[in-house]
Structures are given as structure tokens and as C-alpha cells.
């Protein structure tokens, strides 16, 4: 059992909130993810970050942020939420790793996140 | 384009039989091939992961089998219970990067049956 959590498990709000999707793991990974994923699809890539103070997009356009001030800590932010927003929000970190060092990414529970 | 496309979409079985699941991917540079299993409502959970060199692997009742050549890959489940009830996600990693980027199946939704 990975020890990465996220809270809240659910959330339904209205539109033009803000919320933070928290995310912490315990294992003293560097890298650490954010991926949405819709009802029979596939995940997808919005955030990342190597490190403290590294974050970057990925492959999914987002209007949410996020922040690494700590190693064990990712949370992610929606200025102002729309129902486009609603989806799981699934954190994970994995071990830094050399190029031809194979980590796994280790997932946490998720946030269902419903915007009404 | 890199893809990673899983069949069937669902499956029903019933309790004690075997399954197969299959992923087709077009990723390259490949680096590493995994299967995870997604239980409603959780995160994935990884049950295999194999390089270019591996073309099987297994983890209890799951052995999972890569053909690098064809760019192909299995999961077979051997006498399924009801806890195998599941989503099963193959994501196929590249090397062309140093992020190791992940390319996520859309998954088979597996259902077991008593």
C-alpha cells in the first residue's frame, strides 16, 4: 500500500469557487503528478514537478495550479471553478530516477470532484 | 502518434475462470510496459511492469506477456475471484525523455461474476 493521500475524497461546489485538491505522500519521492481522469477514459497529464520548487505543465491544457514548496506536498488550485472542471483528480509521486532507472508512480485514492 | 489501445472495453466472466485482456501500443522509443489495476472510486495500483528484454511476467494469478516486436502485450488472469473486479490500465513509457513520459490505455473494465 502506497502512502500518498489525498482530501478530500469528494467535493461538489458551485460554480466560481476555489478550491485546493491536497496531495501528500510519505515515501520522500521527488517526483510527484497530477492526472484527470474522466469516466472510461484514459488518464491524462496536467501537472508535474522534480522537486521542491519545480513544477511544470502537462500534456492536458489546465486552469488549475499547483505548488512544490514542500518534498512531500502537491496541492493543486481552481481559481474559480466551472462545471468543465468536474472529473477525478488522481495524485501520484514516484522516486527520481536515472535514465534507464524505471520508477514506478505510486497513485493515490483521488479527488471526485463534481462543480454544479 | 503514441497510443495505447486496450480490448475489449468490458468483460464479464464468471467466478473461477481465466481471462485475457490486450494492449496494442504504437509508443516509441519504448522503455517499459505496465499494467495497473484501478478499483472503482481508487487509484491504480501497478501489478506488472516489463522492459524490451522481459516478454513475461507474473504477480500471483496475473501474468502479463510483451512482444516488443509486434508491440503487443497480455494480461491473462487465472481463476478469477470476485475481487478482480476492476479496471485494468496498460501504460506503455517511452525514453525519450527524461520525464520517462506514460501513455495510459483507456483500460478494460473487468466484472466478475458469482
Known amino acids: 500500500e502506497a502512502d500518498i493521500y489525498q482530501t478530500p475524497r469528494y467535493l461538489v461546489i458551485g460554480t466560481g469557487k476555489k478550491i485546493t485538491l491536497e496531495c501528500s505522500q510519505t515515501?520522500?519521492?521527488?517526483?510527484m503528478y497530477w492526472y484527470q481522469q474522466d469516466p472510461g477514459m484514459e488518464l491524462h497529464l496536467i501537472h508535474y514537478s522534480y522537486g521542491v520548487n519545480s513544477t511544470e505543465k502537462g500534456d492536458l491544457s489546465s486552469e488549475s495550479t499547483v505548488s512544490r514548496i514542500r518534498t512531500e506536498h502537491f496541492p493543486l488550485t481552481l481559481e474559480s471553478a466551472r462545471p468543465s472542471h468536474t472529473s477525478q483528480y488522481l495524485c501520484?509521486?514516484?522516486?527520481?530516477?536515472?535514465?534507464?532507472?524505471?520508477?514506478?508512480?505510486?497513485f493515490g485514492p483521488g479527488t471526485r470532484l463534481t462543480v454544479l | 502518434k503514441n497510443q495505447v489501445e486496450q480490448s475489449p472495453q468490458s468483460l464479464i466472466i464468471l467466478e473461477g475462470k481465466n481471462c485475457t485482456l490486450q494492449?496494442?501500443?504504437?509508443?516509441?522509443?519504448?522503455?517499459?510496459l505496465r499494467w495497473y489495476k484501478q478499483d472503482t472510486g481508487r487509484g491504480p495500483v501497478s501489478l506488472t511492469i516489463m522492459t524490451f528484454s522481459e516478454n513475461t511476467k507474473s504477480n500471483g494469478r496475473y501474468t502479463a506477456t510483451l512482444d516488443a516486436d509486434t508491440k503487443q502485450s497480455s494480461l491473462h488472469i487465472t481463476a478469477s475471484q470476485l475481487s478482480d473486479s476492476a479496471s485494468y490500465i496498460c501504460v506503455v513509457s517511452d525514453r525519450g525523455s527524461t520525464l520517462g513520459r506514460l501513455y495510459f490505455g483507456r483500460g478494460t473494465q473487468l466484472t466478475v461474476w458469482p
Open positions: 501520484a509521486s514516484s522516486e527520481k530516477g536515472g535514465f534507464r532507472r524505471i520508477d514506478t508512480q505510486y
Open positions: 494492449c496494442n501500443y504504437t509508443v516509441s522509443p519504448f522503455s517499459n
Open positions: 515515501m520522500g519521492h521527488d517526483k
